[in-house]
């Protein structure tokens, strides 16, 4: 997978979001940390696009990237039209409100010393709405969206509620600007399973009311499955395979999305067979000196000697189904 490409971008001006040819790389010492290696995606308006991989493959960072948290080292981030890299800090700004993230730990990423009260109408006061009243009544009729009680919670500090708590918390503070865009990074991965589709479902279900449109980043095949229309699959920075995902079990092509399906747990699938499971062997390689031509070639059982001079590119294999790969 390691491939790169735009093929799978589709006609400009059905596009809410376009990323294309994102780089984001850190300085390490000498070295330099090769997070995010040149990727393309884009969204439609109300489509949920699934990033999956494993971990330390570049998801947050790709995510952060969008929002400009921080720039992006090179590539073009664009939101409804507007460049996000062409705009001056005070005019990114002002768009940030049509762009919402929620970060990969709903504890930590709420102060602990605000209150519940406090931490889902700082956004709106900070754009200028002053009047209290007004205030409360659209925070608590926003917690009640998320299916928090206003009364249980309104006086509250993060410290004082469970895990999948915080987590509506995070959803309700991200929802009260009405964002465009809904970045949410493994939102779920820190909570129990119970939790889990509870907090899946009213992603659902606020999509449908609020109608944004929504990146769900996580390493887990399952989640993604479930909630995505499309579904990208990243390795060390870079993008494997691009594909509708209600049929992506039986579709998926590129050698590292199937090892990555093969290994969710199916139930119905037998004990003998479940032996038979190929696993992803080894480690994720350094993003401080990634391997030459396709990156996932250390790893892959269908490697050959192209593998390791030449970088696959993206290329169509079937209805808006995008694969990076030689070999298939
Ligand atoms: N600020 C930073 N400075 C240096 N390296 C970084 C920085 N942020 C991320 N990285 C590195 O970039 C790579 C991608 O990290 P990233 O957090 O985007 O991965 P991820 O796919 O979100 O992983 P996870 O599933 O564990 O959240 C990792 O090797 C990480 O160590
Ligand atoms: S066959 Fe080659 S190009 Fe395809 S994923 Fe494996 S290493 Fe990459
Ligand atoms: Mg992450």
């Not at 948290?69 to 700004?93: F, H, K, Q």
């Not at 993230?101 to 990423?109: E, G, L, T, Y």
């Not at 290994?263 to 480690?283: F, H, K």
Request: hydrophobic share 40%; aromatic share 4%.
């Amino acid at each position: 997978m390691a491939g790169s490409g735009t093929a799978h971008l589709r006609v400009e001006d059905k596009r809410v979001l376009t990323v294309e040819n994102l780089v984001v790389e850190f300085p390490a010492g000498k070295q330099t940390v090769h997070a995010v290696s040149g990727i393309s995606f884009d969204l439609i308006p109300g489509e949920t696009l699934g990033i999956v991989g494993e971990s330390g493959c570049g998801k947050s960072t790709a995510g952060r990237a969008i929002m400009q948290l921080p720039r992006p080292t090179s590539g073009e981030v664009v939101l409804d039209g507007i460049d996000l890299g062409g705009l001056s800090a005070g005019n990114l700004r002002q768009i940030r409100a049509q762009m919402q993230m929620i970060m990969q730990d709903p504890i930590s990423s709420l102060n602990p010393r605000r209150k519940v009260k406090h931490l889902i109408t700082e956004g709106l006061r900070i754009w200028g709405v002053k009047d209290r009243t007004k205030l409360e009544e659209m925070g608590r009729d926003m917690l009640n969206s998320v299916g928090l009680d206003p009364d249980m919670v309104w006086e509250k500090t993060p410290g004082e509620l469970s895990g999948g708590q915080c987590q509506r918390v995070c959803i309700a503070r991200a929802l009260m600007l009405k964002p465009k865009l809904l970045i949410c990074d493994e939102p779920v991965s820190s909570l129990d399973v119970s939790v889990q589709a509870q907090i899946l479902n009213l992603l659902e279900e606020t999509k449908r009311e609020f109608e944004f449109t929504m990146i769900f980043i996580a390493h887990n095949m399952a989640v993604v499955k479930n909630i995505s229309d499309r579904m990208m699959v990243m390795y060390l920075g870079k993008v494997c395979e691009v594909a509708p995902t209600p049929d992506v079990q039986h579709t998926a092509l590129h050698p590292y999305t199937r090892l990555l399906l093969a290994s969710i747990p199916d139930p119905n699938r037998d004990r003998n067979a479940e032996d038979e499971v190929e696993a992803i062997e080894g480690d994720l390689p350094s993003p401080l000196n990634p391997p030459s031509g396709c990156r996932f070639r250390t790893r892959c059982p269908l490697a050959t000697e192209r593998c390791a001079v030449e970088e696959p590119l993206l290329r169509e294999v079937g209805t808006d189904h995008f694969v990076a790969c030689h070999n298939v």
